[in-house]
């Protein structure tokens, strides 16, 4: 008789573990999939190097020649879009970009003189 509840006790623990770890397995999967949606989300923006560059290039200057460099991710555009915002300063001159964040498409530009 004590036989046979050890060997129903030994049965039990061993199913209970079975399913505990058929369970972290599950959110395992579950947690990965997660994160590959949201390395996926962020791939299909171009970079915030290629963002600063291409503000840069536009402006004619190097980096070097900046200051106040900013770059942000803004993904509450006026029409939908997520967008690079650029800022930079070069001597008395501001300038500020809104830059596709999906191609590279500068959207709007704007210089000005900064008091």
Do not use: P, W
């Not at 999939?33 to 989300?41: C, E, K, L, S, Y």
């Not at 191609?103 to 008091?115: F, M, R, S, T, V």
Request: aromatic letters at 6%; one cysteine or more; glycine letters at 6%.
């Amino acid at each position: 008789m004590k036989r046979k509840i050890l060997l129903i006790t030994i049965i039990s623990i061993f199913s209970i573990t079975l399913i505990g770890c058929g369970n972290t397995t599950d959110n395992n999967t579950t947690n990965n999939t997660n994160n590959n949606v949201n390395n996926t989300d962020n791939n299909k923006y171009i970079s915030e190097a290629k963002a600063k560059d291409i503000a840069l290039s536009d402006a004619g200057f190097k980096e070097n020649l900046v200051s106040e460099l900013l770059v942000e991710l803004d993904d509450d555009y006026h029409d939908g879009k997520t967008i690079y915002e650029v800022s930079f300063k070069h001597g008395q001159e501001e300038y500020d970009y809104d830059i596709d964040a999906t191609n590279g498409k500068i959207l709007d530009k704007d210089q000005e003189i900064d008091d």
